[in-house]
Each structure stands twice: as C-alpha cells, then as structure tokens.
C-alpha cells in the first residue's frame, strides 16, 4: 500500500498547539477592541449557494477564487470566501426585528483559491466587524479606530502602520467628465485596484485604452489631488480631522485606493504595514450602503472591516511581537510507580474541583524523561508521587522556570501555585 502524505492540501492551515495559542492570542486582542465598542458576536455556516457571491463580490472573487461544487442535489455551493454577504443576508431576512444601529462581529475561516504567497493563503481566519444603520460619518470613525487599537493592542506603533483612505465615489466624479459607459467606469476601478501589483507603463496602457488620449489629463487631476495638500475632498478631510482629534495621526488619503470588492459604494480605507518587507495591505473595508438591495430592495446604511490573521501573524513576527506560549495547564502529575496511580488519580481529582487543570502522565517512564515533558509541554508546575508523597500526603512542589521547590500540605497546592 501506498503510504499517504502527512502534507495538508496546498495553501490550508494546521494549528498545533503553540500555532493556535498565538491564534487564539490575536483573536483575543480583535474581541478585547470591539467588544468594547459594544459589537455582539455571530456566526453562519461556511456553506452558501454560490449565488450570493455572484451577486456582488466582484468578477475576480467569483471567477478566479471561490471554491465551489455541485451538491448531491444539483445545486452549487461555495465554501464561503468571505463573510459579507453572509452577514448582509442575515440582516436582511431579520430586519424587522433587529435594532439598529446594529453593531456585530466574527471571527470565521474562509477559502479562496490563490497562488499561496507570503500573507497569502488558501484559507484564513478574518475578523469582521460591520455597523448597520449609521448614515454618518460617525460609522468611518468608529470602525477605523477599532481596526487602529488593534493595532496598538498587538503592540504596533503608529510608524509601524499607515490608514489609507479613499471615496470610491470620488473617481467615479472625476470620470464623469469622460463620457465613459457605466463598463467602462467600472473597468478603471479595476485597474486603479490593480496599480500597486502593475507596472507603471502598463497601468497607464490599461487607462489609455479606455480613456484614449485623455488618459493623462485624468491620471493628472487625479495625481494632483494625492500631491496638493488643501485638495482633499472634503468628506476625507473630515474623517482624518475626526480620526486625529482621536488620536489618530498615521492616516493619508489615496486616490488611487478602490479596494477589489464591487459592493463597496463611498469611503474605502486599508491598513499597510511601513515595514519595506512586508509592504502589503494587512487589512481593510468601507462602506457598502446598497449591499442589502440584492435580497428586498431596501438600503441599509453599512460600514465594516475584515481583518485576516496571515497577515496579522507575518507582522507580529516581523516586529517580534509573538508572545511566548504559555500552557494552560497548572501542573503535572509524575507517578513513580505504577502502584501510586490510584492515589495520584484521587489527587488530580481533587485539584481539578479547586479549578487547577492537571495533567497525569501514565507513562510510567523513568522521572527524568517524565519531566522532560512536563519541560516540553510548558507546564509551569510539577509534583512527582513516590512513596513518600503517598505516606505523608506531603508533596514537593517544583517551579520549572527555575526549579525552585516548595514543600507543601495537599490543602497548601492551589495557593502556592496561584500565589508565586
Ligand atoms: P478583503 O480585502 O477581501 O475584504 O479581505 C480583507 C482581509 O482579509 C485582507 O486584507 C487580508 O488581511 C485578509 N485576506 C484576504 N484574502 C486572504 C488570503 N487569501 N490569505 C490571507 N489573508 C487574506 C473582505 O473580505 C471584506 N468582506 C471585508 C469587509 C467586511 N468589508 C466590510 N466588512
């Protein structure tokens, strides 16, 4: 027989436990942040019909990323590759009984089939957290101060990142001058998505072919405004006022910023690391106040961001920002001999009803390679049972970062190792 590979499938995540402590450790610092701006957590199913995707996530989404099948009924189902229009569904089919402004948030996986690179994979974690029903600039400010604590909570500085800004509606104004079909409007979106990944000369063939020998004047108007301070449009100067007098301070405003997603209907922004390593879009969102128009035709005012974890990780690592695993074990239980095993069980017992997770060994190795383990596994505290500990109900309790050892009454365990 053949044997099998122990190689996961291509681009997908295996968390042993010290990757899924740092895991856990970000998803930690997204719930401190927005539950403390009131967002209440929900959750779907990572199966949809492909159908809500098609709706309005964008051609490259659909075409080239999503992975879908034929079910055993015909129907064509998607592993879900991002979690909005999930979200906009769910609030579409309750909208009469939920309250707005309605504030949620997710931390889900997704699928999406890309090249696997450095901050890219085939599946990942992203927190998402969306707003319902502020029309107001008060939405943009809030979502991006979240998005910017989490930062800080990683342990970020704010020369470690930058906030990119932008309107999408804005470059669909400065095109209205160009007679363009509303294909063609969309068509430059596009490429302005592309322009960080393009050649220059190719992004400007790509404009031209649309635009024709107008092209330069537009790609000039629209470099002006990046450039000339007093030229920001003004619902962006407004939003960085309101940002900075949050103390916000790292945001710039980019023009040529779209962001892929073809639900996204005004202000758009993305978080870039300033490493020059790593310089790539860590995260992002904006606002889509027409998402909720696919299932009943009424709009809902939204604004929300996804952040994923394979580029939250890639920046921790690139800072040395990864915090040291610590288990979540108190104490390891040695055992001398096989015969000291039901006392050692009565022990565990009885420490675990005090709230202290224990752990036994039953290896019945020699002590050493015992606490080799307790040593790999990260257990802060072990107690070996011999036959003393078993006469005397007298332990020795030993510290490992250390190997300080305190001589302690069964009654004396929980306060030593909760105290020191
Ligand atoms: P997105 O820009 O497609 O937006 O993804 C947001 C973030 O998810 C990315 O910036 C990145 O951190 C992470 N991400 C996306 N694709 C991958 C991948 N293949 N591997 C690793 N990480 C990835 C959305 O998904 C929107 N639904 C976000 C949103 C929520 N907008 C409003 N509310």
Do not use: H
Request: some cysteine; aromatic content about 12%; glycine content about 6%.
């Amino acid at each position: 027989m053949n044997k099998l590979s122990t190689e996961s499938y291509k681009g997908v995540r295996d968390f042993y436990p010290e990757d899924k402590f740092v895991q856990e450790y970000i998803f930690g610092k997204m719930r401190k942040v927005v539950e403390a701006f009131g967002y209440e957590e929900y959750d779907a199913s990572i199966l949809e019909p492909t159908d809500l995707y098609r709706a309005k996530s964008g051609e490259e989404l659909i075409n080239e990323q999503v992975y879908n099948f034929e079910d055993r009924g015909g129907r064509d189902v998607t592993l879900r590759p991002e979690m909005t229009p999930t979200l906009a569904r769910m609030v579409a089919k309750k909208k009469r009984d939920l309250g707005f402004p309605l504030r949620w948030y997710s931390i889900p996986n997704f699928f999406r089939y890309e090249r696997p690179q450095k901050g890219r994979l085939r599946e990942f974690w992203q927190l998402n957290a969306d707003v319902f029903g502020v029309e107001g600039i008060e939405a943009e400010v809030e979502i991006i101060t979240m998005s910017y604590k989490i930062m800080r909570e990683l342990g970020a500085v704010e020369k470690d990142f930058i906030i990119k800004i932008n309107d999408r509606d804005f470059i669909n104004f400065f095109l209205t001058d160009f007679n363009l079909s509303e294909e063609e409007k969309y068509k430059v979106t596009k490429i302005f998505d592309r322009k960080n990944k393009t050649e220059v000369s190719k992004f400007e063939n790509e404009i031209e072919e649309i635009l024709g020998d107008k092209s330069n004047v537009f790609l000039n108007k629209i470099s002006e405004l990046e450039n000339a301070e007093g030229k920001t449009p003004a619902d962006i100067k407004n939003l960085m006022e309101k940002l900075e007098k949050a103390g916000i301070t790292n945001v710039v405003f980019d023009p040529f910023l779209m962001r892929g997603l073809d639900y996204y209907t005004g202000i758009v922004f993305e978080v870039f690391d300033t490493n020059p390593d790593n310089n790539r879009a860590m995260f992002g969102g904006g606002r889509y106040d027409r998402l909720l128009e696919i299932f009943d035709g009424e709009k809902v005012p939204a604004f929300g961001f996804g952040m994923g974890d394979v580029t939250a990780l890639e920046f921790l690592k690139s800072r040395d920002l990864i915090p040291e695993y610590i288990s979540l074990t108190d104490l390891y239980l040695c055992i001398l001999d096989e015969k000291y095993t039901e006392f050692t069980d009565d022990l565990a017992q009885a420490l675990r009803a005090q709230d202290i997770n224990v752990v036994v060994d039953y290896s019945y190795k020699k002590i050493d390679k015992q606490l080799k383990n307790a040593d790999k596994k990260k257990v802060p505290f072990v107690i070996c049972i011999g036959e003393n500990e078993v006469k005397n109900d007298k332990f020795v309790l030993k510290r490992m970062v250390d190997g300080k050892e305190f001589e302690v009454s069964r009654g004396e365990i929980k306060t030593v190792i909760e105290k020191i």
